[in-house]
C-alpha cells in the first residue's frame, strides 16, 4: 500500500462504508471510488485489457484509464466504469474486473509475457486481422474462445437492469458545457442576460481545475469565488445547472445530448437539449508521457495526484517523484512537499526551466534532475522505483542510468484541450505548435469554444474569453449579459512546453493504457503500411473504447509522425464522433422497453376474446387471437377443430386490425381507378370489389376490398400490415401528384369493429342474429354491402369472403362492437358458432388461395399471383406503364401454386426451397420457395402455397422442399392454388 | 436534431416526420415511353449540397411539405407546401 489520507481537501464529515471486492472499506463522503481506494492504500485496482497488467488509479478525472470498476452487483452492475467519476455512496460494491482469481495474482498475466516470446506477438498490432488469416478450423476450436477468456474487460449484467432511466427533452438560449473558471464566469454572465442557461459539468463538484488548487489559507479568497459563483447560479431561475451530467455530443440544430446520473428511483436522465448558442468550457486534460511501464498501478496524471491531495485529502504515496516536460507538474511537487510529503524527485525532460521552478525546488529540497528523462517504472506490481537517466540533445538516446526510489510517480505530458464537441459541429481541429496539442479550428455556427478547451490554460485569460463568449452569445440573441466578479487570483497558463513523445527506453511503453496499444504497436503499424491516422486506429484499436483518444490521440499521431518523417499537423487526428464518453444504453431506451418498447393495439372484442380463453399473437402491432384452445387441446388440435367446424357450420373471426380508409368527395371514383389496377368507377353503390394497387415501379403493393356507399363516398379495407403506409400513400397522391382532385381520405381503422362471419351457416346466423336486414342471396348476393342498425350501433356488412365459404364482414360501431359480435355469437348458438383465431384464418384462406404478405412481399407482380387478367386495359393506374417490362412478365418467373405434400401427414416448412433434386445440395437448382404452410382438414393433407420457376405449368409434377437448416426435405406435388371452391360455389351460394 | 418548420403546426422536431423522396423530379406523362417512366422511377441524382424533397407529417398535421435541407450541413432553410418553391419566396 502506498496512498493515505492526509488533510481535510474539501471532503464531508461523514463516514461511509463501502466494499471493495467484498473487502469492507471506509470512505468519506465526496470521495471518489478511485480516492476511496487510495485512501484505502488499494494500488493495484484491475487487470488490463489483452496483456492482463496489474493497473491502479492514473487519474482524477474523466480521462482515467487504469481504475475501471464494475459499480453494484446483480442488475445493477454497471462494469468498465471509470473509479475516479462514480462517487461513493452508502454500502456501494466494488469489484476488480479482468483477473482471476485477484488483481494481485492473476493467471492470465501471462498473455503479456507471451507477448516477448512468441514470434509476432499474440496480442499486437493487428491481431484480429492475421488470427482470422489462420486455418478458419481453428478459430473456433481455439483462437477465439481462449482470446475471448483472455481479452476483455468487465461483465456484463445476465439479469435485467431494476432501475428506471429518462428522457429529458429541453430548450435553452444558451448552453455552457462544463463547469471550471471560464464555464461558471459564461454562465454567471449570460444568466445576466435573463435568457434561459443551462450549464453542464460532469463532475459532482463544480470547479473544473480550481478543484486541483490546496484548499488552504492561501487559496481561501479563490475558493470562496467558486462557492459563491456556483451558489449563484444555482439560485438564478433562469439556470439549470445539471452537475454529474456528461455533455458528450453535438448534432443538427444545435442539439446536445447528455446522460446526468442521479442518485434515486431514477439511475440517469438523458438530456436532449436545443441550444441556440454554446460555449464550450470542456477544459484540458493532461497527457501521459511515454516510457518504460508507465502503466504500472501508482504511475499518475500529475494534475491527478494533485487533485487527489488537495480536494480528495488523499496523499497518493509516501514518496512522490515527478517526471514532467512542462511547467504545470512542478505544482504537484510543490503541494506534495508543502503538505509534509516526501519528494524524491522532480525529472525534467527540458534543459532549462525557469528560474521559479529552480527555486521552488531548490527552497522545498526538492532535487531538480534537468535533461533528463524517466525510462521505466520499477516495481513488481506497482511503483516501488523510477530508472533515470540523462537525455542526449537530439533526444534519440540515454546515459547514465540510475534508481530514484519513491512510490508514486507523478507525470505529465502536456495538456491536450477537450476539442471534441467543438468538432462534432465543425471542421478538423488544428495543430497549435505552442502547447503541443490539436486547438480548434473553425467554429461551427453558434459556437464559442474558450478557456483551457481553446488551448488558453490561463486562470484569468480564460475567464476573459468566457466573458467576451457570452457577451456575443447574449447579443446576438437580442440581450446583453452581465458583468462579474473577476477571480481574485490569477493562474499563469504558459507551460513551456517541449515534446517529449517517447522514451527510448526498455520494457511496455504504453501509449493507449486502457487499450493496451504500445509504442511499438504504432511503430509496427507503420511497418505493415497503416500509415494514416484512421487506419492506425483501426488497426491497432487505439483511442477506442471509454478513453475515446483523450490521453493517447496525440502521443501515438506523433509518434506515427516521426515514422513517417511529417509534421504532425500533417498527420492530422482521426474524426471526433459522438458518443465522446462513455455512456449507458438504458439512457436512449428511457421508458420505451419491455412492454413499452411500442404500443399494443387492441381490438374492442379483447376482453370477450380474453374471456374465451384466447391464446393471442402479436400482430403487426395489433394483440390478435391465435387460437381457442379447449381443454387439453394443443394449438394444432384447436386450429384444425376451428378451421373445420368452419367449412361444416360457422365460425367468427375478429378482424378489426384491417386498415380502414373513407375516401369522399366527386372525385373519389377517379382517384380510385388511377390508384387499383382495376376499375371503381363503374361500380355501383351497394357494391363492393377486391382491389389491388401496384408500386410505380409494377411490383403489387396491397389489395384490399372497396365498397361504394354512395356516388361520392367509398369505404377502402387494407391488409393489416400497410394500413398505415398505404393511408400516407394516398395521402401523398392527392396532395402531390393530384392536387386538382377533389378528394379527401381520412383513416377510419378505430371507428370500426370488424368481424367476419363464415361457414355454411353464416347466412342463418346473421338472419336470426339482425332479423331487420334481408340476407337471401337475391337481396344480399356476393359483394353486396348493407348499412344496417342494431340496437342503435350502426353496422357496415360486406358479403365478402376470405376462407372460401359463404361469408360476411360485419364492421360495428368500435364502442357496440362487442355487444355485435356477442349477439351474432348468441344467434349462432344452434349452430354451435365458434370463434376462430389468426391461424384458422390463415389455414382457411390457404386452402382457398388467396395471399397475404407472405405472398405479396414486395418482389411478385401480378403475372407471378395470377392476377394480370385484373388490370384494366381502358384507364392508366399507378405501375402501369413499369408493369410489363420484360424481366416483369417472363414465363420462368417464380409463380404462385399450391403445394401438396406427398405423405399427407408430413409438414411442409414455410421458407424452404424448392428443389427438383431429392439430394440437392447447396449449389443446386433453386427453383422458389415455400411462402404459407397449414395443414388442412378439408383434404386431410399438409398443403402451402409458394412461388415456383414458371409453375403455372407445372401443375401435376412432383418436386422437393428442402428445408436445409433442419435437414429435412419433403416430396410435393405441385397443384392450383385454389384447394377449395375453385369455382366460388360456396362464396356465392 | 433537425427541425422542421412546418407551415401548420410550427418548428417541430424531425422524428415527427418520415422522409419521402426526392421533390425535384417530374412525373412523366401517363402516356409517356417505358424508358421515360424507368428514369424517372430509377434515377436519382445525389447532391452535396441543397437538394428538395418531400417530408411528411405523418405524426403531426400528415400534411405534406418540401423541404429545401442541405445534404452536406443537414441545414433546412425553407419548407412550404408540396406545390411552393424556395425561389418564390425569396
Known sequence: MSGFRHGEGRLGDATLNFTFDGKPMLARAGDTVASALLANGVEVVGRSFKYHRPRGVTSSGPEETGALVTIGAGGKADPNARATMEPITKGLEVFSQNCFPSPKFDLMSVNGLAGAILPGSLFSAGFYYKTFMWPAALWYKFYEPSIRAAAGMGVPPKVADPDIYDRVQSFCDVAVVGGGSAGLSAALSAAQSGLRVVLFDEHNDLGGQLLNEANSEANADLEQWRADAVAALKAASNVKVLTRTVCWGRFDGNMLAAHESVDGKVRQNYHKVQAKKIIIAAGAIERPLVFGNNDKPNVMLASGARRMLNHYGTATGKTLAVFTNNDSAYQTAFDYADAGIKVSAVVDSRQYPSQALVDGCKSRGITLFTQCVVTEAKGWQAVRSIEIADLAANGQSVSNRRRVSCDVLAHSGGWTPQVQMAAHGGKPPLYDKKIAAFVVGDQAPDTYSVGAAEGENGLLAGVAQALHAAKAACGELGKEAGPIIQPPQDRDGATNIVPLWSVPAKGKQLVDIQHDVTAADVVQSHQEGFISVEHLKRYTTLGMANDQGRTSNVNALAIMAQCRGISIAEAGTTRFRAPLAPVSMGGFGGREIGKHFKPVRRTPMQEWHEKAGAVFVQAGMYLRPQYYPKAGETIDDAYERETEHVRKKVGICDVTSLGKIEIVGPDAAEFLDRVYINMFSTLKVGKARYGVMLREDGIVYDDGTTSRFAEDRFFMTTTTAKAGPVMAYLERCLEIDWPDLKVRVSSVSERWGAMAVAGPDARATLTAAFPSVDFSNEAFPFMGVVHAEHNGAKMVILRISFSGEMAYEVYAESDHATDIWQTIIDAGQVHDIVPYGLETLGALRIEKGHVTGAELDGRVTLGDVHMDGMASKKKWFVGKNLKDREGLVHPDRPQLVGLKSVDPRTPISTGSILVTDANASAGADKQGWVSSMTYSPELGNFIALGFLRGGKDRIGERIYAAYPVKGRTVEVEVVSNHFVDPTNERVKG | ?90
Open chain 2, 1 to 90: 436534431m433537425i427541425r422542421i418548420n412546418c407551415p401548420y403546426c410550427g418548428e417541430r422536431e424531425h422524428s415527427e416526420f418520415t422522409y419521402g423522396e426526392d421533390a425535384t423530379r417530374t412525373t412523366p406523362d401517363n402516356d409517356a415511353p417505358m424508358e421515360e417512366w424507368n428514369k424517372f422511377v430509377y434515377e436519382r441524382d445525389n447532391p452535396a449540397g441543397e437538394h428538395i424533397e418531400y417530408w411528411h407529417h405523418a405524426f403531426g398535421c400528415r400534411a405534406w411539405l418540401k423541404v429545401q435541407r442541405n445534404t452536406f450541413t443537414h441545414d433546412i432553410s425553407w419548407v412550404g407546401l408540396p406545390h411552393e418553391n424556395p425561389e418564390a419566396e425569396s
